[in-house]
C-alpha cells in the first residue's frame, strides 16, 4: 500500500509541475480547460504567475517525497488538497462547467486524500 500511496503522491507532484509549466508556455489555451465559465482576456501575466505557483506546489511534494517520511508527506498532500477543493468550489461558484469541477479538481482532491490516509494510516 505504501508503494501505491507513494505512487499516487507522484503523479499527483507531476501532475501538477506539467499543469504549471502548460500555464507559463501556453496561458489562454491552458486557462481554458480550468473549468470557468468566462476566462478573462489579457490576463497572460497572471496565469503565468499561477503557472509558477502550480510548479512550487507540485516541487512541495517532490520535496516531501524525496526528505520526508510517509507521514510528512501524507501531511503536505492534506494540506495541498486544499487547492484543488478550493479550485472546484470556485468553477461551482461562478457557474462554470460542473464535470470539470468535479471531474478534474474535485477528483485531485479525492485522490490526494486517499493518498493520504494510505501513507499517514498505512
Not at 500555464?23 to 497572460?44: D, H, S, V
Given at each position: ?122
Amino acid at each position: 500500500m505504501l508503494v501505491t500511496a507513494y505512487v499516487l503522491a507522484g503523479l499527483v507532484g507531476l501532475g501538477i509541475i506539467y499543469v504549471g509549466l502548460s500555464y507559463l508556455f501556453a496561458p489562454e489555451k491552458t486557462a481554458k480547460g480550468f473549468g470557468l465559465a468566462t476566462i478573462p482576456t489579457g490576463t497572460t501575466a497572471f496565469f503565468q504567475i499561477k503557472g509558477v505557483r502550480d510548479i512550487g506546489t507540485g516541487l512541495v511534494a517532490g520535496a516531501a517525497m524525496l526528505a520526508g517520511g510517509p507521514h510528512v508527506v501524507g501531511w503536505v498532500l492534506l494540506a495541498e488538497a486544499f487547492i484543488p477543493v478550493g479550485d472546484m468550489l470556485i468553477i461551482l461558484r461562478h457557474k462554470g462547467n460542473r464535470a470539470m469541477a468535479f471531474g478534474v479538481h474535485g477528483l485531485t482532491a479525492a485522490v490526494m486524500v486517499v493518498a493520504t490516509l494510505l501513507l499517514v494510516l498505512g
